[in-house]
């Protein structure tokens, strides 16, 4: 056997249909579109379109709200820090700031800040400088001697609004 020899079983490919290409063909004239209007043509686009009736999702009412100012933050948990500590990824001394969680491992991005939740154990003691802090996360922090005070996030986005609504 040779490698010009190789070839496919019989009947297992097909030609395409080499549409608009005579009488004959039996795919020929309108090459398989009907005849004549918009779908006949090239680059039709009528996703969603019922024939002049109100379409579906303009038949249903608006919901919801999104709030241009809504805070996208990283949620992180007393024992997720704790662990970091033991496993040597953050200074007990140092002050923990978003940037000194990214670079522990705990969060992959900044976002809009970090949010301190009490969930988990914390028995270093710590300053915490964050967006936001649960109580019962500031009374755990507290408990082990630390302190939290809350900062607002540099260049923080706000989702579709403006510079000026930062600001």
Same mark, same amino acid.
């Given at each position: +056997?040779?490698?010009? $020899?190789? *070839? ?8 395409? +249909?080499? !549409?608009?290409? @005579?009488?004959? *063909?039996?795919? %020929?004239? =309108?090459? %398989?579109? %009907? ?6 043509? =090239? @680059? !039709?686009?009528?996703? %969603?379109?019922?024939?002049?009736? +109100? ?6 009412? #608006? ?11 990283n949620e992180v948990n007393l024992g997720r820090i704790q662990e970091a500590v033991d496993a040597g990824k953050l200074d007990k001394a140092a002050t923990v700031t978003v940037e000194s969680l990214v670079a522990a491992g705990i969060i ?14 914390? =028995? ?10 649960? #109580?019962?996360? !500031? $009374?755990?922090? $507290?408990?082990?001697?630390? *302190? !939290? *005070? ?7 986005? =706000?989702?579709?609004?403006? $510079?000026?609504?930062?600001?």
């Amino acid at each position: +056997m040779k490698l010009n $020899e190789i *070839s496919d079983n019989p009947g297992a490919t097909k030609d395409r +249909m080499r !549409v608009g290409r @005579g009488i004959g *063909s039996g795919k %020929g004239k =309108t090459a %398989g579109r %009907g005849v004549k209007g918009q779908k006949a043509r =090239t @680059g !039709v686009a009528i996703k %969603g379109f019922e024939g002049g009736q +109100m379409p579906l999702h303009r038949r249903l009412p #608006k919901r919801g709200f999104n709030n241009l100012y809504a805070q996208d933050l990283n949620e992180v948990n007393l024992g997720r820090i704790q662990e970091a500590v033991d496993a040597g990824k953050l200074d007990k001394a140092a002050t923990v700031t978003v940037e000194s969680l990214v670079a522990a491992g705990i969060i992959a991005r900044p976002r809009d800040g970090v949010k301190l939740l009490g969930v988990g154990e914390l =028995t270093a003691k710590l300053s915490f400088a964050v967006t936001r802090a649960s #109580k019962s996360a !500031v $009374e755990a922090v $507290e408990k082990a001697g630390g *302190s !939290v *005070s809350t900062v607002y996030a540099q260049g923080a986005s =706000t989702r579709g609004g403006s $510079e000026a609504a930062t600001a």
